[in-house]
């Protein structure tokens, strides 16, 4: 069965500082999919940034970038110039390649601070 | 990217009735809706996978008779919460895709049942 593990409950970083979240993860698949969501205290979950497995070029989104390393199942964010409003639970997922019903399969989350 | 709207936002009902919450793609059709339960602090856990027309597939430990998934069109799904008691209040929140894309989230029903 596929896991996802978010090692760090809480995180806290200074006002433009860079942040790096970590996540692992177990499959036995080849392709799938790897995201980072964000969920603020207004519990909406935003999609952050997404990963496809075949894909040797790590995925970036203006401030977000990722550390894919697929042979060591580990997919971290790094979250660079850290704003007040990056202040969120993050969730590290995956999703297994094909099929409409795939589910994401969330790890436990990690509580980011963000210090002025 | 594309919208799921959810509705109500937040709900207080009594023990014992029936609580109705509506999900819906308003900008595409949703092949595939995901209902989740969020406690506070903690991750999302997936609770049943709706296929448009199609009986819910339920999550193991999730009672099927308790919460009534609906989803009888590809544009709106819903989950019924029965005869609902204390322990039932939580945070819902739904998910739905088309065929491969990404699935996008509804805001969340904060459900408390006095």
């Known amino acids: 069965a596929q896991t996802v593990t978010q090692s760090q409950p809480e995180m806290s970083v200074q006002e433009a500082e860079t942040v790096t979240l970590s996540c692992t993860y177990d499959?036995?698949?080849?392709?799938?999919?790897l995201f980072w969501y964000k969920q603020p205290p207004s519990r909406q979950m935003i999609l952050v940034i997404r990963?496809?497995?075949?894909?040797?070029q790590n995925a970036t989104e203006n401030r977000f970038s990722v550390n894919f390393q697929k042979a060591a199942k580990s997919f971290s964010l790094k979250i660079s110039d850290s704003q007040l409003g990056d202040a969120a639970m993050y969730f590290c997922a995956y999703r297994p390649y094909g099929g409409a019903t795939n589910k994401l399969i969330f790890g436990t989350g990690t509580l980011l601070a963000v210090q002025p | 990217g594309a919208v799921v709207s959810q509705h109500p936002s937040w709900v207080i009902c009594k023990s014992g009735t029936s609580v109705k919450i509506e999900c819906r793609s308003l900008?595409?059709?949703?092949?595939?809706m995901f209902w989740y339960r969020q406690f506070p602090k903690q991750s999302l856990m997936l609770m049943a996978t709706?296929?448009?027309?199609?009986?819910?597939?339920?999550e193991q430990g999730v009672e099927k008779d308790k919460f009534l998934i609906n989803h009888a069109s590809l544009t709106l799904s819903t989950l019924t919460v029965t005869s609902a008691h204390p322990e039932d209040s939580s945070f819902y929140i739904c998910s739905a895709r088309e065929v491969n894309t990404e699935a996008f989230f509804g805001q969340g029903t904060r459900l408390t049942v006095v």
């Open positions: 990963q496809e497995a075949y894909k040797q």
């Open positions: 900008d595409f059709q949703a092949t595939t």
């Open positions: 499959t036995s698949e080849s392709d799938y999919y």
């Open positions: 709706s296929n448009e027309g199609s009986k819910a597939t339920y």
